[in-house]
């Protein structure tokens, strides 16, 4: 069993008279607890089972630091909302959340731990949006590699992930593994 977790982090919302960038509401936390909550009751699961989280603009907490090791390029001011709505205090308790993926900052497309908690940008992969000329536009991959049983897949072995280039060689940089099972 493996979790994937999407939420909304909203466009824009105006707090006391200012227009700001969204943010991850109280609601949607709630459900991501109950949801987490739930999977691991439902499973019968005495150990939690290693979730992925994806949503837009990133949180406060991805401008302020500080990050246990950084893999990739951090290129330009993370842009979030000031609101603070607890998504990493929430993601740190309930623990089975192992990474996120952000997107919103087009240059930036690397990763850093907080609290334990991997958190990656996506890396500017359409041409719709800004860029920066002569930078090659890149994707984020994901693998999750499942173990194998006698009959069956015996849940998720590790997490891993690296940047494809839009280049004639679609280049692949920056791997890492994001978590490994204890097991």
């Not at 019968?44 to 949503?55: C, V």
């Not at 330009?76 to 900052?105: P, W, Y």
């Not at 015996?154 to 593994?177: A, F, N, P, S, Y």
Request: proline share 3%.
């Amino acid at each position: 069993m493996f979790n994937l977790f999407f939420l909304d982090s909203g466009d824009s919302a105006v707090v006391d008279g200012f227009r700001m960038y969204g943010w991850i509401r109280e609601p949607q936390l709630n459900w991501l607890r109950d949801a987490c909550k739930g999977h691991n009751q439902e499973n019968h699961q005495s150990q939690d089972i290693p979730s992925l989280a994806f949503f837009h603009i990133p949180i406060p907490e991805i401008r302020s630091g500080p990050f246990r090791g950084i893999f990739g390029e951090y290129r330009e001011h993370v842009a979030c909302s000031i609101v603070n709505s607890g998504v990493l205090q929430t993601l740190v308790s309930m623990g089975d959340v192992k990474a996120v993926f952000i997107g919103h900052d087009h240059l930036n497309d690397f990763c850093g731990n907080l609290n334990g908690i991997w958190f990656c940008y996506g890396g500017g992969f359409g041409y719709h949006g800004y860029g920066r000329a002569g930078r090659s536009r890149r994707g984020r991959v994901i693998l999750a590699q499942l173990k194998k049983g006698k009959n069956e897949w015996m849940g998720v072995e590790t997490i891993k992930t690296w940047k494809r280039l839009d280049d004639e060689h679609l280049t692949k940089i920056d791997e890492q593994i994001l978590w490994t099972s204890p097991k």
